[in-house]
Nanobody, 127 residues
């Protein structure tokens, strides 16, 4: 079982950057696929990025590809989302999620596939 806490959100201007962190507690963090989702007001929760257990296989939603980078440091039990060239449409609550995996390489993109979630951190991008 893993517990997740996000941090790093805030209010920025269009074109700025933010780095979100997801601190995990519990054992065997390296056995979990990690992902970032976001949810804007009136919208469904949307997949942003996911990363395999070893951190070598990232997968991105098309709208953030080339702007966002997901990474993890298993030794520190932490996952990250580096967000560059932020746009107003990136405004949302960002959630870290994790799912146990028995395979080293697996791609998960649906919210229903993840059973462990953080509380979320607000990202607001002004134009």
């Amino acid at each position: 079982q893993v517990r997740l806490v996000e941090s790093g959100g805030g209010l920025v201007q269009s074109g700025d950057s933010l780095r979100l962190s997801c601190a995990a507690s519990g054992r065997f963090f390296s056995n979990y696929v990690v992902a970032w989702f976001r949810q804007a007001p009136g919208k469904e929760r949307e997949f942003v990025a996911s990363l395999s257990r070893g951190g070598d296989t990232p997968y991105y939603e098309d709208s953030v590809k080339g702007r966002f980078t997901i990474s993890r440091d298993n030794a520190k039990n932490t996952a990250f989302l580096q967000m560059d060239s932020l746009k107003p449409e990136d405004t949302a609550v960002y959630y870290c999620a994790a799912e146990w995996s028995s395979r080293g390489v697996v791609t998960l993109t649906r919210a229903s596939e993840f059973h462990f979630w953080g509380q979320g951190t607000q990202v607001t991008v002004s134009s």
